[in-house]
């Protein structure tokens, strides 16, 4: 996930539940594996790469185990196009519910149900399939890394358009200055590491 200029020291997150060992081990793997490139995609926008805690087997059970506890619940897990697949795979499997991958625009054949959003330097568009019925279904929304806020965002209203009960998102890396978590509203959410 992009962001801007800000520093990425780890901030302290506060985790009193008997799940804040899961916390601990993914948010030490995080950190230890976190890859930081500037200037991408655009000049001006630094990016959070997980894909190195994605490749190394701790660092994905970790995150996997820790995310799912957010999960209390849920009977589907949506995972957001596309680092948010494979969280969001590997959660669902661990509680035991199906997922629901919400893709970028182009991505899904006709019909499909779109929500617009606003990213850090443009624009985008999200998408379910329509024949996937989500109302009254329970949801837990997985992503890598929460920055502004706005593709969350718009995957929660793009479920609840469809009748869908949010029971929580989760991600792995919030970008705190970015305030994405204002936007993140009428729902827990739960990030695992803080910068």
């Not at 957001?80 to 669902?92: H, K, N, Q």
């Amino acid at each position: 996930m992009e962001y801007g200029s800000v520093d990425t020291s780890p901030v302290s997150t506060q985790f009193s539940s008997p799940e804040s060992g899961l916390v601990a081990a993914a948010t030490g793997n995080i950190d230890r594996l976190v890859r930081w490139a500037d200037d991408f995609p655009v000049v001006g926008v630094r990016f959070a790469d997980l894909t190195p805690v994605f490749a190394d087997s701790d660092g994905l059970s970790s995150v996997v185990a820790a995310l799912a506890t957010a999960g209390s619940g849920a009977d589907l897990v949506a995972g957001i196009d596309a680092r948010g697949f494979l969280l969001g795979a590997g959660v669902a499997l661990t509680l035991g519910t199906g997922v629901l991958a919400v893709r970028k625009a182009g991505k899904l054949p006709p019909p499909v149900i779109s929500q617009s959003y606003q990213l850090e330097y443009g624009s985008a568009e999200l998408q379910i399939p329509e024949a996937v019925d989500v109302s009254g279904r329970k949801v837990l929304v997985i992503d890598d890394v929460l920055a502004t806020g706005g593709t969350v965002a718009a995957t929660v209203e793009l479920l609840r358009s469809r009748g869908a009960e949010i029971v929580g998102a989760a991600v792995a890396l919030e970008i705190s200055a970015l305030g994405g978590r204002d936007k993140c509203v009428g729902y827990p959410l739960v990030c695992l590491r803080q910068v």
